[in-house]
């Protein structure tokens, strides 16, 4: 954006220079034009004053001299003529009056003008010299008698050498006027800009989770600055409600768990003053009980894992602590079960959160020993994947998922089965662990075990 703002101001600024600049350089150039125009003409009328005398035959001076001196000083040319258009004196071929030959200039259309009585002037392009002439001719008179004529004459090359010196001067001034525009316009953009960044990094870092991160309402034009303040305004009031949301989960989940502990210890205690009467529907209420108990685990995780989308990305930790850590947990479990827990990290590194991977373990391991039946192996493992990950396998050996289970598995409250396990059930474990795995960058998806069962596999960025 910043670049596009100096753009328009570069843009406006040529444009406002050519307006300007190119009316100049040509107003300059004709009136530089009617200037020599002007002076050629005083000073033909002051020469042919000063001549008048000598042609007359009053005084006698030479009048080469006089063409020269003139030349010298202005580095035009000056041509004087009697009255029958004879050169008697020429600045630009001073030899004419050594070799007592004259030349003819009654047939130039400007003298035959001035011989005339006639003032001329005028531009045309000199054959001999080969380039454009500024020419003034006037009569010599005295009285009704034309004693000769005169005829300065300026090279055009001399009139465009100075009128282009002053173009490369409005050039330059037109360069350090873009330089200078370019500058200030940068310093202009960077100060609409610059907030405008920063409102836009509050809304990635607010679509990322991070809830409480403001816009700043100090800095930037007016309208950046009121764009900002309802921006926060906004972002307050919706860290307000998403806060108020997870609150009422963690309350609510807290609130849960105290009663349905008390009517699972008073099933309990029924359960032995019956002394078995009615076991089966004492049996159904219990699971029921601790099915809701897990319900409510698992929405006050879900919160939490909800919450931990968008936070920083995570160091490289050491996969083996992690596997060794819950498998340890685990083992007791597992040999209640029958099923036998064989861990192996291989000693790899990958980017996550200790607690999010642990808890991710956790609700896979639950899942595969509920599955897995007597007498089989779950496999902990850890293994390099491709394109710079690792991979972590929770696999078992039960029935497993067909490939459109597999699809759905990670919905809330989605279950393969209508029966309900101790370990787990209540549909929101895959969605805890996705979430988890995706707040720290990796992914997670459900395979086809070679040999049947479930292979679930965590995917995380490795430490490289």
Do not use: C
């Not at 009255?83 to 630009?92: M, P």
């Not at 005169?150 to 360069?175: E, F, K, M, N, P």
């Not at 409600?241 to 009517?263: G, I, K, N």
């Not at 289970?405 to 059930?425: C, H, P």
């Amino acid at each position: 954006m910043t670049q596009r703002l100096v753009g328009t101001y570069l843009a406006l600024t040529i444009v406002v220079l050519a307006a300007l600049e190119i009316p100049l350089a040509l107003s300059y150039r004709d009136r530089q034009t009617d200037q020599l125009f002007a002076g050629l003409q005083r000073d033909a009328f002051v020469m042919a004053t000063y001549v008048e005398d000598t042609l007359s035959g009053v005084e006698n001076q030479d009048l080469q001299t006089v063409a020269e001196n003139y030349a010298a000083r202005t580095e035009g040319r000056a041509v004087i003529v009697d009255g029958q258009g004879q050169l008697l004196a020429d600045s630009a071929n001073g030899s004419d009056r050594l070799d007592g030959t004259q030349r003819d200039f009654s047939s130039r259309p400007e003298i035959a003008a001035a011989l005339d009585r006639q003032v001329v002037s005028g531009t045309r392009e000199s054959a001999t010299l080969g380039t454009g002439l500024v020419y003034v001719a006037v009569p010599v008179a005295s009285g009704s008698q034309v004693l000769g004529a005169i005829r300065l004459t300026y090279s055009t090359d001399q009139l465009d050498a100075r009128v282009h010196r002053y173009w490369l001067l409005l050039g330059g001034a037109a360069v350090v006027t873009l330089v200078v525009a370019g500058g200030v316009g940068i310093l202009l953009a960077r100060w609409v800009t610059r907030p405008l960044d920063d409102l836009r990094d509050a809304a990635n870092r607010i679509g990322d989770g991070e809830l409480e991160a403001r816009a700043d309402e100090q800095h930037g034009p007016p309208e950046v600055r009121a764009l900002a303040t309802s921006f926060n305004t906004t972002a307050l009031r919706l860290e307000q409600l998403v806060t108020a949301q997870e609150q009422f989960v963690a309350d609510a989940s807290h609130q849960l768990r105290t009663p349905l502990t008390a009517l699972r210890l008073r099933l309990e205690m029924l359960e032995d003053d019956e002394q078995g009467q009615s076991s089966e529907d004492l049996d159904a209420a219990r699971r029921e009980v601790q099915r809701l108990s897990r319900l409510v685990d698992g929405l006050l995780a879900l919160a939490r894992a909800e919450r931990a989308a968008g936070a920083a990305p995570p160091e490289p930790i050491r996969l083996a602590d992690v596997l060794d850590d819950r498998g340890s947990t685990w083992q007791p479990v597992a040999a209640e079960r029958g099923v036998e827990l064989e861990i192996d990290a291989d000693g790899l590194f990958g980017r996550a959160d200790p607690d999010h991977l642990g808890q991710a373990l956790d609700n896979l391991l639950a899942n595969a020993l509920e599955v897995g039946p007597d007498g089989s192996t779950v496999r902990l493992w850890a293994t390099r994947g491709a394109r710079g990950t690792v991979e972590v396998h929770v696999t078992d050996q039960g029935p497993g998922l067909t490939a459109a289970q597999r699809a759905r598995a990670f919905d809330r409250f989605w279950r393969a089965r209508s029966t309900r396990g101790e370990l787990g059930g209540s549909g929101l474990g895959l969605a805890i662990v996705q979430k988890l795995v995706t707040a720290d960058g990796g992914s997670v998806e459900l395979r086809e075990a070679p040999g049947g069962g479930l292979d679930a596999v965590i995917v995380l960025q490795s430490r490289t």
